[in-house]
């Protein structure tokens, strides 16, 4: 059975850094494009990053460009979310979801919440 259960969230100042995780069972993470998405309070979904299959290629949205490092742990079977120089308006519930940034499947999991106080 396929599961992705994401930790890592809290609440922080401006400026601050957390680490999301998003622990993969069901599936080897390697072989699937990966990515995150969040959903602040009151809007859509947002895909913000994605790590590709196999290879060591990253994408992110231009709002956490520089800001923020996806990367994944093979053996650990996890991919992680990096999140450095926070700011208030990265306040959202944070997922992981198979996919790339054009291609990304609605997360089923309960995701992470991630306040930033300004």
């Known amino acids: 059975q396929v599961q992705l259960v994401e930790s890592g969230g809290g609440l922080v100042q401006t400026g601050g850094s957390l680490r999301l995780s998003c622990v993969a069972s069901?599936?080897?993470?390697?072989?699937?494009?990966m990515s995150w998405v969040r959903q602040a309070p009151g809007k859509g979904l947002e895909w913000i990053s994605d790590?590709?299959?196999?290879?060591?290629?990253?994408s992110y949205t231009d709002s956490v460009k520089g800001r923020f490092t996806i990367s994944r742990d093979n053996p650990k079977n996890t991919l992680y979310l990096q999140m450095n120089s926070l700011k208030p308006e990265d306040t959202a519930v944070y997922y992981c979801?198979?996919?790339?940034?054009?291609?990304?499947?609605?997360?089923r999991g309960q995701g992470t919440q991630v306040t930033v106080s300004s």
């Open positions: 790590i590709r299959s196999g290879g060591s290629g990253t």
């Open positions: 069901g599936f080897t993470l390697s072989t699937q494009d």
């Open positions: 979801t198979k996919g790339w940034r054009a291609n990304w499947y609605r997360p």
